[in-house]
């Protein structure tokens, strides 16, 4: 989840970038850049090779490209700042990125921008080029030499590549991102046009906010920048490229066919200019998950060589080996997380492991011993109960990690072991982004485990790897089908209750889902474990009660079309939730949400957001403000 933002006006833009970096800082601060086109005399640059023709006219001069960039530390946008005040580079036009790293260290180099082979383009990039080995290894072959770590370089030099062949610079990008895969917003700025932008987005991560005022036009990952400046905004869609100057804005698919830009007025508070485009902050969090799970990735998954690393994880591999079993803990959300945490560590790594309720595990007197590993789940750090059952495992010796979302708080002065799980702050009460940044979290602890103890092939870990570098754009992909769950919603207000059926791995992501559906839309759901449906839960099917069940293609397929032709046996109504691959249950359900297929660690992760979709949608078609349930509270801090 990095910040980026562009400008191009009449102002010193290093002042302007370096202002709009400090609003975004939240967005990630391993490092931050700034790179200012510094006009000179010269000739003008000929339109692009593709013959797409544009309405903002060429320019008459080209430029330098002047970058400065600060990698380290909570404070690289203050550096950043004050290294500026003393270069002050001169130009009005140009663009900023501050980084959470994803791909390489957080060193100089792999900070943005990033530039290609002649120095004639720079571009910031947020997001993950999921085929970027493959381009890598075209444009090495190509005599091309890379400077950094990151994917983010290779469009770099995909757009240099293009413009030295005579593009424009809106051509270049075009013609390169069309290469690209994977989720994935970028600005460019190219010292042969030096009076304009071109931004481009990729699927559902990575938003681009466009911002127009009388002297000059701006891009952002958030509203917020650009505020200062204008409230009059657009935002690009998915598969969208925008080309602006001071005065000019023009948008275009990838293929270069013209659209518009559909400016409005913002008159949000800076409360609800936080909100971006969307009504409510659950709804902005749900859609930030695909950048929430790159985050939780950052350094942690190298997809160059395959591997899982957890740096905050400092276990050598006889610790590793000696523990003999493993207790996750939580409250509500956090504990459906640690549940599925817990399984994928007994999965993956062959240790024993089970999930409890924090409040319950504390007041039962656990056995433990130095030989436990007892992993809570927080995303505030500071539940009152599941801190209470770390200070309880804590005393007894145990290994005690916390995965939080709060750095800082009381869960990480307690735990031996801090795993941040990096999604940013999360405002709406009932927990989204935290969930899935978490359930990545704790699949990395557990490939990581499972490594250290020998139990996972090189083999393995790479297929699991690559897998976790396909999820953020199979996020957006899953975000982006809502209609049928708006849809369905909208039905579901007719009722009073409401069954969720899942195994194994699947029975987290129905209690998830059913904890969702209380939560803000106030209907009465039972998340239940299907294999017990003849023990009791089957007496309660009927056509007042429709039952949710999640059936993707994994090894319970086949279990899970026995209990949904239970439930239809019995008179009730189905919504199956399964995945691409999948041709049956069209044929029994009454209605099918379809998710895109991964691998089966990573499986629950796509199945929970329709799931949070749906309760988020019914709880707006009632009436509700999901993001204030009644008598809910974000942190409980008391018993």
Partial sequence: MCGIFGYAGNADAARVLVHGLELLEYRGYDSAGIAVVCPENGNGHAAGSAGIST????????????????????????RLSAAINELDPDGTVGIAHTRWATHGKVVERNAHPHTGTSGNVAIVHNGIV?????LKAELVADGVDFISETDSEVIAHLVSREVDRGASLADAVRNSMRRVEGAAAIVATSALEPDRLVAARLGNAGGIVIGRSEEAHMLASDIIALLPHTNTVAYLESGQVVTITSGDCEITDLSGTPGAARFTTSNRSADQAAKGQFLHFMAKEIAEQAESVTAAM???????????????????????????R?????????????????????????????????????YR????????????VTQSGETADTLAAMELARDSGSLLATAVEAEGTQATRLAHTTLPVRCGQEIGVAA?????????????????????????????ESEIAHALGSLPSLVGDALSRDEPIRKIAQELTQYQDLLYLGRGAQFPVAMEGALKMKEIAYIHAEGYAAGEMKHGVNALISDLMPTIAFAPR??????????????????GRVIAVTTDDDDVMKSIADDVLYVPRTHDLLQPILNII??????????????????????????????
């Avoid at 960039?69 to 909570?74: L, P, Q, S, Y």
């Avoid at 999921?130 to 493959?134: G, H, R, V």
Wanted: glycine share 6%; charged share 20%; hydrophobic share 40%.
């Fill in 432 to 460: 989204t982004k935290t969930m899935v940044a978490t359930m990545v979290t704790l699949s990395l602890l557990a490939a990581r485990m499972a490594s250290l103890r020998g139990n996972l092939s090189p083999e393995q």
């Fill in 130 to 134: 999921e085929n970027y080995l493959d």
């Fill in 610 to 639: 329709p799931m949070q979709l749906l309760a988020y949608h019914t709880s707006v078609a009632l009436g509700m403000d999901p993001d204030k349930p009644r008598n809910l509270a974000k942190t409980v801090t008391v018993e």
């Fill in 298 to 324: 950052r350094g942690r998954v190298d997809l160059a060589t395959g591997s899982i690393d957890l740096p905050e994880l400092d276990l050598t591999e006889e610790q590793a080996r000696a523990i003999d």
């Fill in 554 to 571: 994994d090894t319970m397929f086949d279990k899970m079309v026995s209990n949904v032709n239970e439930v239809k046996s019995r008179g």
């Fill in 55 to 78: 309405a903002i006219a060429a320019p008459a001069t080209t430029g330098t490209i002047s970058i400065t960039r600060k990698a380290g530390g909570t404070d690289s946008v203050a």
């Fill in 365 to 376: 007197q656990p056995v433990l011993d130095e030989n436990t590993l007892v992993v809570s």
């Fill in 326 to 362: 493993a207790v996750f803990i939580g409250m509500g959300t956090s504990l459906h997380a640690g549940m599925h945490g817990s399984s994928s560590l007994e999965a993956l790594a062959r240790i024993p492991s089970y999930a409890e309720n924090a409040s319950e595990f504390r």
